[in-house]
């Protein structure tokens, strides 16, 4: 009997070891997960600041390009003083002023191209930040079931020195 209890004390030494290993080894996973999952906010974190830098840029692009149109405006409307002015150089400034009604339709054509990828940039950014709550409620779920497997790891653990205390009470 008591070759027996001696035995049956180093198998659940024995498992005792086996138990720890194992959940040492599930841990070193779980933290490896968990730190891929934070370097994946961060690399995020990073894409949306980049983003927002290059539509700050976008946007102090498209101030200046309004300020040109203006500018451009301006000039022909100067033209057009300038064409009752002088009859003479009629010819030279209706050139003058297809050319700068070509420069504005270009600019309105890139300030349309700019709007559009500022649109999509707001997009990318939107779809960004649902992968990045997903990402965020994901590891919550990892981290809970972390907790639970802990407790119930220290609960068999208890449950263990309960029957090494009512092994040894026995003895």
């Known amino acids: 009997m008591k070759n027996f209890q001696q035995n049956l ?97 270009q600019y309105k054509t890139a300030v349309e191209t700019l709007e559009s990828k500022l649109k999509d940039a707001d997009a990318g950014i939107d779809q960004q930040n649902e992968t990045i709550s997903n990402l965020l409620s994901q590891r919550n779920d990892l981290v809970q079931k972390y907790d639970e497997l802990a407790t119930n790891r220290n609960d068999i653990v208890a449950k263990y020195n309960e029957l090494v205390k009512q092994s040894q009470a026995n003895k």
Not at 16 to 32: D, I, N, P
Not at 46 to 62: F, K, P, Q
């Open 9 to 105: 004390l180093i198998v659940l030494a024995i498992a005792l070891c086996g138990l720890c290993a194992w959940q040492w080894y599930a841990e070193t996973v779980q933290r490896k997960t968990i730190g891929e999952l934070n370097q994946m906010v961060f690399d995020r974190n990073a894409s949306i600041e980049n983003y927002t830098n290059s539509i700050t840029s976008l946007d102090s692009r498209v101030n200046e390009m309004d300020g040109h149109i203006a500018s451009l405006k301006t000039t022909v409307a100067t033209n057009e003083q300038m064409v009752v002015s002088q009859r003479t150089q009629i010819e030279q400034l209706q050139y003058d002023n297809g050319t700068f009604t070509n420069e504005i339709a």
